[in-house]
Structure formats: C-alpha cells, structure tokens
C-alpha cells in the first residue's frame, strides 16, 4: 500500500490506499497540507479499502445535508460506523473507526466523488481531534497583518477562490 501525510493545525493523518488509485486527485484542497518523511505520531491513519465494508450496528443519529444522507452508527465492539450516500447515487460509501479514532478503514469504491474522501476525512478528523481542543471549520483562511480572515460556506461556494485573489491582489497577505 502507498502512504500519503498530511499535517492539518499541527495533527499528523496518513491515508493508506492501492497504488492504482488516484487518491490525491480526489482531495486536492489537501495539497498544501502534505507532508513527506513525517516520523510524528499521526492522530489518524485512513486506510482506504477496495472491498465494500457491510459492517451495521445501532443508529446513534442520521441527518441529511443537501441532498447527502449520512448515518452514524455504533458497532457491537464499539466501533464507529459512517455510512455516507448521495442522492441519486446507487453506492454507499462507508467509514469504520475503533473507538479511539485512531484507525479507520474506509471504502469509497472507484467512482466516487471527491466530496466522499474529504468528507471521510473531515468527520474522522473532527472525532480524532476533539480529545485535543481542536475544532475543525470547513473553510479558507488567509492572514493579513496581525489579523486572520476565514471565508466559510458550503463546498464549491468560492472559499479557496476567494482566499487566492485576495492573495495574488492584496500585499501583506
């Protein structure tokens, strides 16, 4: 299997996939995050699985985000279950997490959108990270000065747009 790290606000995560995927196609907003050579301890390592993952367990809540339907549920040895599917899409693409979040075993089969793995990625992300005060904000951020500014909104809505004029037309930034 390949590796790919990345460090986000100073976490470590692997992703761990066949050599034949194009993973890093499906979540390029991460280029700027990876990382190479890292021997730091990673808060997560995601390995991405060719074979369906049929796991059930009991429904801790379900919600639907435009149109995306999304289940969490709890195995029988207390592992974490996502379960992920978008509207009008046959698949259902799944995450399996023990339950320090630690390891995960994810499939997203061959066709999936990017907004699966990246979502994968932010939900793990936000559970491995919470133990350690960190609060994760689906955004894009640019400093200024002394001073911060996070663009946020839904994905495709012109975040990292936004960020890359201000920084190719605004100094200091």
Not at 23 to 30: C, K, M, Q
Not at 103 to 126: D, E, H, N, R, W
């Amino acid at each position: 299997m390949e590796r790919l790290s990345y460090t986000i606000a100073d976490h470590n995560i692997s992703i761990l996939y066949n050599k034949t995927e194009a993973i890093e196609d499906l979540i390029p907003s991460f280029k700027s995050f990876k990382t190479f050579n890292n021997e730091d301890k990673d808060l997560f390592t995601l390995i991405l699985s060719g074979t369906p993952i049929t796991m059930q367990g009991e429904e801790v809540t379900s919600f639907d985000w435009d149109g995306t339907f999304c289940r969490t549920s709890k195995g029988s040895a207390n592992e974490i279950i996502v379960t992920i599917k978008l509207a009008g899409d046959e698949h259902e693409y799944t995450m399996v997490a023990g339950s320090t979040y630690s390891v995960a075993k994810a499939y997203i089969g061959t066709t999936a959108p990017s907004f699966i793995l990246s979502t994968i990625i932010m939900i793990l992300y936000s559970f491995a990270s919470a133990p350690f005060q960190t609060l994760l904000f689906h955004s894009s951020v640019i400093k200024l000065g002394e001073n911060g500014y996070m663009f946020l909104g839904k994905s495709g809505t012109g975040k990292s747009t936004h960020s890359r004029l201000w920084l190719s037309n605004i100094s200091g930034t």
